[in-house]
DNA sequence: AACATATGTTAGAGATGCTAACTTGATGAG
DNA sequence: CTCATCAAGTTAGCATCTCTAACATATGTT
């Protein structure tokens, strides 16, 4: 986790000592290197030019990747959906369909996604939306709530999105958003231990699909 | 509600004409004047020269009352914290005790607050936590869901705060939680009126009380 | 080879957070 | 009443940050 790999690029064509004009990928180097800061230091105190000393190239560089700040963090942020979503998929395989267990095993993602990454969580989550307002990021929201509504329709033995099903994701979706700050913000053991984390979730995965 | 009140503060005694050296109260006015740019700007766009400005203070001035930007935007958390309690304890008023309705009225008031003060909200809770750490938010924090645990306990006919009461008031908690920022990110408007909140919060307190 | 383009660089303007050193005015002791 | 003191302002200025403009260097197309 957190993989604080060498972002500098160069190929290996160049000359070892000769530092290359022309970094290689410094889009992606500059993406990694926000996403470790967000990390290191939380969203609020990243900043361009020390990402751009962590990737080695000058505080103008950015701007010809992207537009601003904003873009930059917002490309970090895409990528983390990507990943919270991979993870969700993930976690679905081998699970039978229509189990309740699935329901509960998207939203154990969601929460250590948010226990994990907790920098680019709250930069998506945490209310930085005026700011970063991507509608890549919207439509990838969605597309996650998607999977769970399917799932949660699977469970109650519906063919189709009803209105009910609607409903009752939208209020887990609720829940295990809250948990996830509340778990993030107060410290795992404060709660998380105190209840075990799963089988919270199975508890309100219960009351909820009843 | 957000009243955009004067905030210079001489009191009538000095002659009109002549600004004042001292300002009469300029901490109040200080924080009086961040609560209104965060709302306006969000959090992350606030600065410290601007509520100088809005203050008619120079850009020194609030370092003779706080020891940093941080310290000032707690101190307007902080206020902010003790009217949400506020609003929490006359929601209760005339509402029976041990009524579930009571366990509702506390969750409208926090989705409430989230939507009416979201630059508030989202100091306190959106993950600012690592920057904002005043020992007496924390303590608040306890006092609001000691309000709601009492209510709980009440409503289950327990005597006292069982762990099963803790459990589901950890719960509710939650999702209330999870629900404000929903709420606030994606609009009123989206999900909000789609099932009407107050019936949303009544389904979640009974499928937790019972 | 020559040009166009993409991707770097340096220089610098304007805003910000915060400190240091100075000024002002309110207050209480004699 | 006077004056010394102290709290609460001010101005000046440093370090840092975002972002732009103008210039430099690779890359690749013709």
């Known amino acids: 986790m957190t993989s604080t790999k060498k972002i500098e690029e160069n190929t290996g064509q160049t000359p070892a000592g000769k ?14 290197a926000t996403r470790q800061l967000v990390e290191e230091k939380g969203p609020d105190s990243f900043s361009v030019s020390e990402a751009c000393r962590r990737a080695g190239v000058s505080t103008a560089a950015p701007y010809k990747h992207f537009k601003d ?25 081998g699970i039978p369909e229509g189990s309740p267990e699935r329901v509960t095993a998207i939203g154990m993602e969601y929460v250590a996604f948010a226990l994990n990454e907790p920098g680019i969580f709250r930069l998506k989550f945490g209310g930085f939306t005026d700011r970063i307002a991507d509608p890549r990021l919207e439509e990838g929201g969605q597309q996650s709530f998607g999977i769970l509504l399917s799932e949660v329709a699977k469970c109650m033995g519906e063919s189709e999105v009803t209105e009910d099903v609607r409903k009752r994701s939208f209020l887990m979706w609720s ?12 410290g795992l053991a404060d ?11 199975e508890d309100v995965s219960e009351r909820m699909l009843r």
């Not at 829940?175 to 107060?186: A, E, K, N, Q, T």
């Open 19 to 32: 530092k290359a004009y022309h970094h290689g990928d410094l889009r992606a180097a500059l993406i990694e």
């Open 69 to 93: 700040k904003t873009e930059m963090l917002s490309a970090a942020v895409l990528e983390g959906m990507v990943r919270l979503r991979g993870n969700m998929q993930a976690a679905l395989e």
């Open 175 to 186: 829940f295990v958003h809250g948990l996830s700050f509340i778990l993030r913000d107060h």
């Open 191 to 201: 709660k998380g231990k105190e209840f075990e984390l799963h089988s919270l979730l």
